[in-house]
């Protein structure tokens, strides 16, 4: 297919207008989510048919509600298509409108209109239309905007042929600016303007002279000349109030005839709605009790799942171990690639539950209403009241979390959630909490009702939490950054969420984790495997050296097996790491064994769990009920009691509390904040504080 | 009566002053916020912030700051 065409599409819409649910109906899941270069905004881009000889790519550009951008993830739709970077530029822009608010959408399109580009106006929800009353004069819509104009019904699959046919014959759409900004406004200004940038039409040097600072792509001449015209002339910020009116003006003209609302057939179901979910009292109560639904969905499904998981990749690892040839290849693959790939996996159920019930509360229009009772709150500590999804994502993993900050728009406000959110216990810290907490604290009922057991695992969940907020208070006086952006949210209409855009997120946000964690997790296990699996020259002799130390034992016994693997890690690289720290860690009640487990969890904390059982050379790995037997048995060898008693056991746990124990949530720290300064604060910081605790608690226990 | 929109009580209802526009941040402008437009207060957030708004169709969540500067003549 030689002739094969592709034409490429940018979406375009308002938050809320079902840009997504059209973007998946036309796609379907033939879609992929990369970055832009350079900047770390999600880029959805899908590839569909339009006939036998003609496809399309097309882009899903975030939503806004001007071209005038007020977040990073705003500034890719002013980027694409007013100054796109080279092959970014899109043949023909889709924009999607919501039938119910019209008018508001036409700014949109009409700032867009006078870029002078191909646009298609689809105006979605179009099977609302006889419920709500409205009728639109389609045909003088089109000539009023100049421009196609179709009714779809994204999520009823219904106008999209239609649309498609559109987009085939992007090139007969009128390319005319509809003059939304006219030199009228002010002559002498205007007039000004055209001189400095004569290739430029009117609104492209406008566009250039108050964004010039938005414009990656911009060159440098044009930087200076914009900067230059700014410094004669500085009544940007009136022209551009003026301009905004102006638009709306002509948009009320065109309305007024094409556009008609019987107001009383509207219904009142979200004014009663808000009343009981947006209440003073109840707002919280029902906060409260869907967050309780969250955390308990997250605990109880998931763990069948994790469990499978566990076993699968346990049963892979010894069923490839028997049917290679034993070997250093084998050896990587058996115990290095196989529990790398299984310690990523294994996390895949609570994040697919997470995101599952985030996408329905935030396609449902209820996300908005708790950032509206949540902004207060969270504005003492310095935060937003869009900060409560990435904390909330955070009890899940804090890499999806720190990504879901992008949408705070003051980068104060989104730097000290990302800065924060790692304090939120995360499922990985799960682990080592159950089986530390089943060692020190008795299983008993507190008051004959609560498990003394569970409280204490609350406990360290509301440490974590209150830690968050106290450091999201200090940060909050400490950082030197000027808060320039204002907090306005829309609250959208109530809705049923659709399975498929609920399910398209899920896939989405899990493959990110997948892709984004899983790979730092996966490299890090095999250099740790390396770590373990090699050593100097005592580690090569372990087997002669433990024959020669236990004479009584069989060379092809378990015990004898067990004794070498435990005798091999201590002589390996890992384990002369865990002895040189040792002095370092003393003083918190560990010793080099537990250094060992404190190194390698770096990949990620569950992993300390399983390289206990390593050391302990625990018969079978999988079983947490033997290491947790074994862990009961180590002796501390200074004071001849138990390791892991009491002090111990709380100093571990309050470490992993406050360290910043993983891998991956620094990298993606890093990528959200575009240097090292902040991932390299973040590990001293909460490292150090967790090590100040576990001092404090160890020496005041013990 | 002159007043601004942070001092209105829930479900009262104001016109946007003409003379006010500049003050008033051109993203809020832009969803809709326009002089001349009338505005109503729904409701307020728990410890009176962020207030809800609706102001030519769109429902917007401000916070007391924003809405301080938002002159109007009540209604």
Not at chain 1, 89 to 102: F, I, K, R, S
Not at chain 1, 113 to 130: C, F, R, S, T, V
Not at chain 1, 492 to 503: M, T
Request: proline share 4%; glycine share 6%; net charge positive.
């Amino acid at each position: 297919m030689s002739n094969a065409k592709i034409i490429k599409i940018a979406l375009v819409g308002n938050p809320n207008t079902g840009k997504t649910s059209l973007f998946n109906q036309l796609t379907g899941l033939k879609q992929n989510v990369g970055n832009y270069p350079g900047i770390t905004v999600d880029r959805k881009e899908g590839f569909f048919k339009l006939n036998a000889t003609t496809s399309a790519s097309i882009i899903d550009l975030p939503g806004t509600y001007s071209i005038n951008p007020t977040t990073l993830d705003e500034n890719i739709v002013l980027e694409t298509l007013f100054h796109p970077a080279k092959n970014e530029a899109p043949d023909v822009v889709v924009m999607v409108a919501d039938v119910e608010n019209l008018k508001r959408n036409l700014l949109l399109f009409s700032q867009l209109k006078d870029l002078e580009i191909p646009i298609i106006l689809a105006i979605n929800m179009a099977d609302q239309m006889k419920r709500k009353g409205i009728s639109i004069d389609i045909e003088a819509l089109k000539t009023d905007l100049d421009t196609e104009v179709l009714l779809i019904s994204a999520r009823k699959n219904q106008g999209i042929d239609t649309l498609k046919k559109h987009i085939l014959n992007y090139k007969k759409i009128s390319t005319q600016a509809l003059d939304g900004l006219s030199i009228k406004i002010d002559k002498e200004f205007f007039g000004a303007l055209k001189e400095t940038f004569p290739n430029k039409s009117l609104y492209q040097a406008w566009l250039t002279i108050t964004q010039f600072h938005n414009l990656k792509n911009l060159s440098i001449i044009e930087k200076e000349a914009a900067q230059e015209f700014l410094n004669c002339h500085n009544k940007v910020k009136h022209l551009q109030h003026k301009e905004t009116i102006l638009r709306y003006q002509k948009i009320n003209n065109i309305l007024k005839k094409d556009y008609k609302v019987d107001r009383l057939k509207g219904s009142d179901l979200r004014a009663k709605l808000d009343k009981v979910l947006m209440h003073r009292v109840f707002g919280y109560v029902i906060f409260f009790l869907v967050l309780f639904l969250i955390f308990e969905s997250i605990f109880d499904w998931a763990i069948g799942p994790m469990n499978f998981i566990d076993n699968l990749f346990l049963q892979l690892s010894n069923w490839t171990e028997m049917q290679l040839p034993p070997g250093v290849l084998t050896n990587l693959i058996v115990h290095g690639i196989i529990p790398g790939l299984g310690g990523i996996a294994i996390f895949i159920p609570q994040i697919a539950i997470l995101f599952l019930f985030i996408a329905v509360l935030e396609e449902t229009g209820y996300m908005s209403r708790v950032v509206f009772l949540m902004d207060k709150i969270m504005r003492l500590f310095g935060l937003n009241g869009k900060s409560v999804v990435p904390l909330m994502s955070g009890t899940a993993c804090a890499i999806p979390a720190i990504m879901a900050a992008r949408n705070i728009s003051s980068w104060k406000e989104r730097l000290i959630t990302i800065l924060v959110t790692p304090f939120i216990t995360c499922s990985a810290r799960l682990p080592i909490y159950a089986i530390i907490i089943s060692l020190i604290i008795p299983n008993e009922r507190l008051f004959g009702i609560l498990s003394l057991q569970a409280t204490v695992l609350m406990l360290l969940y509301l440490i974590g939490f209150l830690t968050a907020i106290i450091s999201a208070f200090i940060l909050d006086k400490t950082l030197k950054i000027k808060k320039r952006a204002f907090f306005i949210v829309e609250m959208p209409n109530y809705k049923l969420p659709s399975p498929k855009n609920v399910a398209y997120t899920v896939i989405e946000k899990t493959k990110a984790f997948i892709f984004g964690a899983g790979k730092i997790i996966l490299a890090l296990s095999i250099v740790l495997w390396f770590l373990a699996s090699n050593g100097p020259s005592k580690f090569k002799d372990a087997e002669q050296i433990v024959t020669q130390d236990n004479p009584e034992l069989n060379t092809t016994s378990p015990d004898f097996n067990q004794k070498v693997g435990s005798y091999k890690l201590e002589h390996s690289y890992i384990g002369y790491m865990g002895k040189a720290i040792e002095p370092i860690i003393k003083p918190l009640g560990y010793d080099w064994k537990i250094g060992i487990a404190l190194i390698s969890s770096f990949a990620a904390r569950e992993v300390f769990v399983g390289t206990l059982a390593t050391i302990y050379s625990v018969e079978n790995e999988g079983d947490t009920e033997t290491i947790r037997e074994r862990m009961k048995k180590e002796i501390n060898q200074d004071t001849g009691k138990p390791l892991f008693d009491f002090p111990t056991g709380m100093s571990l746990l309050l470490y992993y509390v406050f360290a910043m124990q993983c891998m991956s949530t620094l990298a993606v720290v890093k990528r959200e904040t575009n240097s090292w300064k902040w991932p390299i604060l973040q590990l001293f910081f909460m490292t150090g504080i967790a090590y100040l605790v576990s001092f404090t608690i160890y020496t005041f226990l013990s | 009566m002159k007043t601004t929109v942070a001092k209105l009580k829930v479900g009262e209802r104001g016109r946007i002053e003409q003379i006010a526009i500049e003050s008033i941040p051109l993203n809020l402008l832009e969803m809709g916020c326009l002089p001349g437009k009338e505005i109503e207060l729904i409701q307020v957030a728990p410890f009176n912030d962020p207030l809800y708004i609706r102001v030519n169709g769109s429902h917007l969540a401000i916070r007391r700051d924003v809405a301080a500067k938002i002159q109007i003549t009540k209604l």
